[in-house]
């Protein structure tokens, strides 16, 4: 069957479109061969090379594999699910255990990496949260998220820089609505300033063993509220967090 020509803009997004197109319609079942790269590249219009590239970036979503001398043969129907997504419909109490054992390390390698400007930085999100303490429960939120964040961007690793980032979206919405549920701002506006102040001190004087045992603390802390909202509303934790 001609898969038919395709316009010279984008050719390899538009190659990959058609092909994954034909799999994810079912005119490719699974364990179907794939035409080869001169058929393809026929039937498209394009050079073998877009061809190639078009059949890597089905393979990247995990609808095709190659065989070794054999060909490439359609191995899922649906495009697997990127990390964001699968974030986006994780269970908040998840995503907060992985957070705990990510986070703690970060400020381990913070207390001993951090510069004067991170420390600089450090003491300004602490600062910008007490002020938070006055406004809604969001604001609140993400001033808490910006300290944490700039404990991760002081161990200077750019990949639990971006693991972080990527938590993030899950994270916000988990604590705005576990500060809301449980009432945790009622009577106190910046529930748990005494263990950030505690762990920004412990990474600006260079202290790694505190800084772990006050950052695992107060996660430990969050995480059994979530635990304990997930019981209380018979869900299984889809938001959340302590202070925060």
């Known amino acids: 069957m001609s898969l038919g020509a395709l316009r010279p803009s984008s050719l390899v997004d538009q190659a990959t479109r058609r092909l994954r197109d034909q799999i994810t319609s079912g005119e490719w079942p699974v364990g179907t061969r794939l035409p080869g790269e001169t058929t393809l590249a026929k039937d498209l219009g394009v050079g073998r090379s877009t061809v190639r590239e078009a059949v890597r970036a089905l393979a990247g979503a995990g609808l095709v594999r190659a ?10 129907t649906e495009p697997a699910e990127d990390w964001p997504a699968r974030l986006r419909r994780a269970a908040v109490v998840h995503v907060y255990e992985v957070r705990t054992l990510v986070e703690v390390q970060a ?18 999100a602490l600062a910008a949260r007490r002020a938070a303490a006055a406004g809604d429960d969001a604001a609140f939120v993400d001033a808490d998220i910006a ?38 701002r009622h009577g106190d ?10 762990l920004v001190g412990a990474v600006a004087r260079g202290d790694a063993e505190a800084a772990c045992r006050t950052l695992q ?3 430990d802390h969050t995480l059994a509220l ?10 299984s934790g889809t938001s959340g967090t302590s202070g925060p």
């Open 107 to 124: 400020a381990r390698l913070a207390a001993e990496r951090r510069t004067d400007a991170d420390v600089a930085a450090l003491h300004e």
């Open 147 to 184: 300290l944490h964040a700039a404990v991760v961007a002081a161990a200077h690793n750019p990949v639990l820089t971006d693991l972080f980032a990527e938590f993030v979206p899950a994270l916000r919405r988990g604590l705005i609505d576990l500060v809301d549920l449980l009432g945790l």
């Open 67 to 76: 065989r070794q001398g054999a060909g490439v043969f359609v191995v899922a």
């Open 226 to 235: 979530l635990r304990e909202a997930a019981r209380t509303t018979g869900t």
């Open 217 to 219: 603390g107060e996660l």
């Open 189 to 198: 506006g910046n529930p748990g300033d005494d263990t950030h102040a505690a």
